[in-house]
């Protein structure tokens, strides 16, 4: 986290590329190094109106100044030692985890409407805090379900003070994707003036786009900004090592037969940024159950517990 690189070459920096031919890339979603050098010469012309020969040019110079990124095993393993667990106060969830929510790691949970994923959210925003009295919590909300009431609540049984609690949050609504994306970017301004965020969360990661993006002619457009919203939300986990939690509804899977009749939104695009997948559902007696579906180094498994006032209890 520490060792930024001295001087960061950026999109302006790229031979050919003034202000306006930035302003074009930038809407096309080329922003950074390496959507360029992995784009192709047509796509780059189309999208900023410049030669074959520039755009080539462009190619070239991102890809010399892009740091590919590879790292030795014993780099990684040093990584995986910063990262962080924080925990969900209910043991058998925690265990299921691996010991809790993972920093530098991105956490879907998806599941109906009721199933309580905007809960665990709330709870977690605490929980970052018991794990770090510094910590700070950015909660986007896109369907005006943060409740600071809830908050408090958590805090108590976690024992912290519900007003440091809330001090440590910062809530932002979304009013459409847009603006959805554009504050997932806001975040590093919020960590470049000093807070210390270690838990994002997005909730509901694709209800804005689930309703903006109707009719199968706009799927193609929607997975590509899912996409887009994902990886810039994998690139502050990643750099700043912090947990991205996001939830996701589910959907009627139209051709099932067998097992479960529902399906995540935003299907494979979701579920290959995420790095842990939960299904969360109702079980019997208004308890929830929870399954580790897609996890790199755990096994899949499930767990049932309580939404209560306070925590999350083991059944
Ligand atoms: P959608 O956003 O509609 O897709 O659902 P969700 O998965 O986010 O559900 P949410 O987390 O909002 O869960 C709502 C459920 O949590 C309620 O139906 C209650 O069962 C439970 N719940 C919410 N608040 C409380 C509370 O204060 N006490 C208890 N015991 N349960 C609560
Ligand atoms: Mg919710």
């Known amino acids: ?22 302003d074009k890339l930038s809407a096309a979603g080329y922003d950074d190094l390496l959507s360029i050098a992995v784009s192709s010469i047509g796509q780059l012309t189309d999208a900023a109106g410049v030669s074959e020969a520039v755009a080539r040019k462009m ?19 040093k990584k995986r030692d910063l990262v962080q667990k924080f925990s969900t106060g209910c043991p058998t969830f925690d265990q299921m985890m691996g010991g809790g929510f993972e920093t530098g790691a991105i956490v879907e949970c998806f599941g109906q409407y009721g199933s309580g994923k905007t809960q665990i959210g709330h709870l977690m925003a605490v929980s970052i805090q018991k ?24 805090a108590r049984g ?105 399906e995540a939104i935003g299907g494979n695009i979701v579920g290959h940024n995420s790095t842990f997948r939960i299904y969360l559902r109702r079980g019997k007696k208004n308890s929830r159950v929870a399954k580790l579906i897609d996890s790199p180094n ?3 498994s499930e767990c049932a517990f309580n939404i209560t006032e306070t925590c999350l209890e083991d059944i």
Do not use: W
């Open 131 to 154: 794990m770090d009295p510094e910590a700070v919590a950015v909660y986007i909300d896109t369907e005006s379900t943060f409740r600071p009431e809830r908050i408090a609540q958590f």
């Open 59 to 77: 190619i070239q110079s991102a890809r010399e100044n892009l740091n590919m990124g590879f790292q030795t095993g014993i780099e990684v393993l």
């Open 298 to 300: 755990l096994p899949d």
């Open 158 to 262: 976690l024992e912290i003070d519900p007003e440091k609690a809330l001090n440590n949050i910062k809530v932002a609504k979304a009013y459409n994707s847009d603006h959805q994306m554009i504050l997932a970017e806001k975040v590093e301004d919020l960590i470049k003036d000093g807070n210390k965020v270690r838990l994002v969360i997005v909730d509901s990661l694709t209800a804005h786009f689930r309703a903006e993006f109707i009719g199968r002619g706009t799927l193609a457009e929607r997975q590509q900004k899912i996409n887009k919203h994902m990886r810039t939300l994998a690139q502050i986990a990643d750099k700043y090592n912090i947990c991205i939690y996001v939830t996701n509804q589910v959907m009627a899977k139209p051709d099932s037969f067998f097992g479960d009749p529902t």
């Open 1 to 22: 986290m520490a060792k930024e690189k001295e001087k960061e070459v950026t999109v302006t920096d790229l031979p050919g590329v003034g202000v306006a031919t930035a």
